[in-house]
């Protein structure tokens, strides 16, 4: 059987899980024809996701040229920073540029920053309650899960108080599908970005702060970092970091805003069922659909006569993993209760990835939930849906996952 897919479809990007159910039922891994008339195979099962996640021959080497600049395009510079970064590389190049970034991303510095993440909460929070009051509604996207990880990340990378405006409006921009800004907006805040973390790279090296940042800039090893690398390096933390967070805290927040049961449990249950909201969120709503595109470097053979042939691109779907229903019953249901401690508990699920690449944020993103979600559904406890949440808009495309409105009220 042959299947097709058109990743814009807008009931696709709301509802994506029957065709991953349909694929899982077909194989382990499924050929899909793509609407642009490319084709490319999606493994869709909880074990054989792991399985290919930690294999070498999945490799995340792109094809040769991809995201090369060209002259006269603001954005193609910035581009191609980007491109060089560690999701990119496979092996040794890889090993070196993680070690680097685990070595400033310990466990004792991330939760360091709780006092500064509550404090961004509050200031977020604040401008959702002053607009709340002026307009009597609010997009909880737009006024809370997108500022907040975005300010976390001004956090991680250094980025003075002042210029804290400037990045969420670039981060805004590069991050709007093309069409939806004047022309030329994308391409030129791309430009701005690029030029401002070059700047950042040069002040850092000057004066270095306490952030995360920093102590990468100056990683005191033979292998250190050079500026194309660190400027890929604070590219891919911004973009590895803001998005997802934003998907995880506003999946997180519809899923109890449309369960007032689960939400009074979470307001009752303290941290232990937070994080278990947290979990199951990351489960249910996976924030990052698909790990980023993989390459055969040989053929690939998974059994059940699927051979997967050398030179294909892959996607690993994380979120069709996280709903398989051999490893989590009634996978379709949102239940905290799965997460919560004891010896029942699920199986770890796979949105922040498995094997070499598996995301290096994921504490500071946990962090990060655990700390504003209570905060937000206390200041506003009367805080309601204000759309059919079946007529919520999702972002197209295969990579990510989450709503792009969440309209709310007082109630
Ligand atoms: C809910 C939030 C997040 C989710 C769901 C998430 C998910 C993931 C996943 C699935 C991967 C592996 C992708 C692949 O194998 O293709 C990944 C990698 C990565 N993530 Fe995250 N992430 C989140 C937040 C963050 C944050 C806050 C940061 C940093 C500030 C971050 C930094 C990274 C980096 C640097 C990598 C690349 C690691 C490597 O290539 O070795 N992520 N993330």
Redesign the pocket.
Known sequence: MTFSLDPADPAFARDPYPFYAALRAAGPATRVRLANGTSAWLVTGHRQVRAA?ADPRFS?VPKPNAGRARAGCPADPARAALARH??NTDGPD?RRL?HL?VAAFTPRRVDAMADRIRQLTDTVLAGLSDRLHRDGTADLVDDFAFPL?VLV?GE?LGVPERDRADLRTWTYQVGSPADALPAGTTERAWGRLHAYFDQLIADKRRAPGEDLFSSLVHAAEPDALDRDDLLAMAF??LF??YE??M??LASASLALLTDPGELAAARDGGPDRWAAVIEET?RHGS??EG??WRRTTEDVDLGSDTVIPAGSSVLVV?AAANRDPEVYPDPDRFSPDRYLPGTDRAPGHV???HG???????R??RLEAQLALPRLFDALPTLRLAADPADLPYRPGLLVRGPRRLPVRPA
């Open positions: 996640l995340n560690m999701l890889h993680r970034a990880p990340i991680v891919l933390l590895a970091g997802t967070t998907n995880l990351l924030p990052l790990a980023t994380l949105a922040f990835g070499p690449h598996v995301c290096l944020g994921a500071l993103a």
